[in-house]
């Protein structure tokens, strides 16, 4: 028997329904079967589905408890699966057991970034990331310094990690279709940064329209603190966050400590 789908629109679900993009996850996140995944908003399990035929387990986080009987039903007797219905926000992803080793998800579009963001420090387990993503977060990810896309998480991601794989995805492939373009971009960490180095990022980029001394005042550095640490980098006293590299935070940071 069949488990009728009501779809909740406050939760803005978009169901990931083509077997193909969803392969598509499993081959960009090099799925192994001694992995153990972890996906956020499994919807439909369609990609739930694909993950526990291919890892030795997987931890599935759902926010609507009203899909609990269509994944159950779909997933059978597997039992190499976690289902957890609960806010991803605000769950402790970090106590899961196993701890997850790829992050592999079809991400709500509304908490995908600081669901990633979170997950780089938060998750110090994951090793490789594939997420379905708004195209336009996607391009924020691996934004340039200077443009307006380039933001804290950019910084964060892309001192954090590798991209591995980009493919744009058709509206069609979710139901209902999205009004807005996705993409299927994948990751892997290179290094782990602790939560000092992206409170720094984060501060210098709460107030992007100031300059990073302001910036960073507000966030509680003493401005004599901030002002002398760009002295020492050579940058000028009005310089916006969005100007430095990447690279230019780690020192930044480490000026400050």
């Known amino acids: ?59 599935a986080v759902e926010i609507d408890r009203g899909l609990e009987p269509h994944l159950r039903q ?34 709500p579009y509304s908490v995908a970034t ?35 896309s380039y933001g804290a998480v950019s910084v964060l991601l892309q001192l954090t990690a590798e991209r591995t794989g980009f493919h744009p995805v058709s509206r069609s492939v979710f139901r209902p279709p999205p009004n807005v373009d996705s993409a299927l971009v994948s990751f892997r960490r290179l290094v782990q940064w602790g939560p000092e180095f992206a409170g720094v990022v984060q501060a ?12 960073l005042e507000l966030s509680g550095v003493e401005r004599v603190r901030a002002a002398r640490a760009l002295e020492t980098m050579q940058l000028t006293a009005d310089i916006r966050a969005e100007r430095l590299a990447p690279t230019e935070f780690v020192e930044l940071a480490g000026l400050l400590q």
């Open 1 to 59: 028997m069949k488990v009728p789908i009501a779809r909740k629109r406050e939760l803005g679900q978009h169901f990931l329904v083509d077997e193909n993009i969803v392969a598509l996850a499993g081959r960009m996140a090099e799925l192994g079967p001694e992995d153990v995944a972890l996906e956020v908003g499994p919807g439909l399990g369609v990609l739930t589905s694909h993950l526990v035929d291919h890892a030795r387990f997987v931890h």
């Open 74 to 107: 779909r997933l059978g007797t597997r039992t190499n699966v976690n289902l957890v219905f609960a806010d991803a926000l605000q769950y402790p992803l970090a106590a899961l057991d196993p701890p997850p080793s790829k992050f592999v998800s079809n991400l």
């Open 114 to 148: 600081p669901l990633v963001a979170e997950s780089l420090d938060g998750l110090p387990s994951v090793e490789l990331w594939c997420v379905m993503i708004q195209r336009e977060v996607a391009d924020r990810f691996f934004a340039v310094p200077g443009t307006k």
């Open 204 to 215: 210098a980029f709460g107030h992007r329209r100031k300059t990073l001394v302001n910036a």
